[in-house]
Nanobody, 126 residues
Framework: QVQLVESGGGLVQAGGSLRLSCAAS????????LAWFRQAPGNEREFVAA??????SGYYRDSVKGRFTISRDSATVYLQMTSLKPEDSAVYYC?????????????????????WGQGTQVTVSS
């Protein structure tokens, strides 16, 4: 059982930056595809960014490309967020998947992820 704990959320003005972290409890964390999702009130949970177990370039939803960067080390996944906008306000969740499809279109599939963190609130004021 992998436990994921997010941190780094908070209140920031539009144009500001935040760095989210998600620490894992398991030493085999490197075997998982890791992702960030977010959910605003009244909305479905939506994909933000993902990175395969092999590392390399991240995959992003169009609205955050060029502003958000996903990265990982042996026990933590990060989401660096810059040029934040009010529409980025949401609860952000990290997720881990042991098996992931071969296509980038597989990343947004919520059902593909085995483990989820409890979420961290990000609020961007205008």
């Amino acid at each position: 059982q992998v436990q994921l704990v997010e941190s780094g959320g908070g209140l920031v003005q539009a144009g500001g930056s935040l760095r989210l972290s998600c620490a894992a409890s398991e030493r085999t964390f490197s075997s998982y595809t890791l992702a960030w999702f977010r959910q605003a009130p009244g909305n479905e949970r939506e994909f933000v960014a993902a990175m395969r177990r092999t590392g390399g370039s991240g995959y992003y939803r169009d609205s955050v490309k060029g502003r958000f960067t996903i990265s990982r080390d042996s026990a933590t996944v990060y989401l660096q967020m810059t040029s934040l906008k009010p529409e980025d306000s949401a609860v952000y969740y990290c997720a881990a998947a042991l098996f992931m499809g071969s296509y980038s279109s597989d990343f947004p599939n919520v059902g593909a992820y085995n483990y989820w963190g409890q979420g961290t609130q990000v609020t961007v004021s205008s």
